[in-house]
């Protein structure tokens, strides 16, 4: 694995007593970094140099950075991240009502601290039990209609639906264990 020095990365220099101690020294210094480079820099793994994008761009020039043109750093674990797919009210019938394998919906809301709490675990189990079970989300502030007509009260609330037919219900933030429990009984 080849390492690249970025001309445009400056980290400040480590103060006495903050806990920057077990972090190892920088291994060699570049001539354009000068002296910046004494200081003593954690390890950051997960990251890659990555080509301008207009974008990118845009966004430098609006924070009014001075960066090197050969790339920008870019974080590798945005891309690994599970997304759950949404359901809406026009999608409702066909991916729940007429799927032929179990179907988890999590019925959240943007606001809901809980709910942004339990999408990884909803994510990671999606990746789990891929190819035995659908796993949907639902937002209750765009679609009322079908929170309202399943007696959605508290969110999170996560349905299991099976053959078109409510089977299971689990309110609020739970750990991932009581949601598996709930779902190997339909899987």
Do not use: H
Request: hydrophobic share 40%; glycine share 6%.
């Amino acid at each position: 694995m080849a390492t690249v020095v970025l001309e445009s990365l400056v980290a400040p220099r480590a103060r006495a007593g903050v806990g920057v101690a077990s972090a190892p020294r920088t291994a060699s210094a570049s001539p354009a970094m000068g002296c910046r480079v004494a200081c003593l820099l954690p390890e950051c793994k997960g990251l890659r140099v990555a080509g301008y994008t207009s974008r990118s761009r845009s966004a430098v020039r609006w924070a009014n950075l001075k960066v090197s043109r050969r790339g920008v750093v870019v974080c590798e674990a945005q891309n690994t991240v599970v997304d759950v797919p949404d359901v809406t009210k026009s999608t409702w019938q066909s991916l729940v009502i007429e799927s032929d394998k179990p179907v988890l919906v999590e019925f959240w809301a943007p606001w809901c601290g809980p709910c942004r709490m339990i999408l990884p675990t909803i994510a990671k189990l999606s990746k789990t039990y891929e190819g035995k079970m659908t796993c949907l989300k639902l937002n209750t502030d765009e679609s009322p209609d079908i929170a309202t007509q399943y007696g959605i009260r508290s969110i999170p609330t996560i349905m299991i639906f099976k053959n078109g037919e409510k089977k299971d219900t689990v309110i609020g933030a739970v750990p991932e264990t009581t949601l598996v429990t709930c779902i190997e009984k339909f899987v």
